[in-house]
């Protein structure tokens, strides 16, 4: 959902795959497929790598500090995992704008809409 929350071109993409995929009936896991999820996984990858959106698992600690936060406060474990990931929605309310937000993680002016 942070994903989502962070552009909505994703959402947009993840649908036509999953569309895609259904379609031509390779998103059953029981029937040796991908998940409609695994599409989505491989869509937040592939929107990564373009630089469209951010690594929220790992940010860098500028971003936070200029977001005024920071940081994880509260790790949470999973395995020996961290499991904890920025949500754009926990930033202070006006704090940044969408606009910002995009610039301030990607660097420079965020792909216009």
Avoid at 63 to 74: C, K, N, R, T, Y
Wanted: contains cysteine; charged residues 25%.
């Amino acid at each position: 959902r942070a994903y989502a929350d962070f552009d909505e071109q994703l959402v947009a993409v993840c649908r036509l795959v999953k569309l895609w995929a259904k379609k031509r009936k390779i998103n059953s896991p029981f029937e040796g497929t991908l998940s409609s999820y695994a599409y989505s996984l491989m869509v937040i990858h592939y929107f990564q790598r373009r630089g469209v959106v951010p690594n929220l698992q790992d940010p860098r600690p500028d971003i936070l500090a200029e977001a005024g936060l920071d940081g994880p406060g509260v790790v949470v474990l999973e395995g020996g995992h961290s499991v904890w990931f920025f949500k754009p929605a926990d930033l202070p309310a006006g704090s940044l704008s969408d606009r910002e937000l995009k610039r301030l993680w990607l660097g420079g002016d965020p792909p216009k809409a």
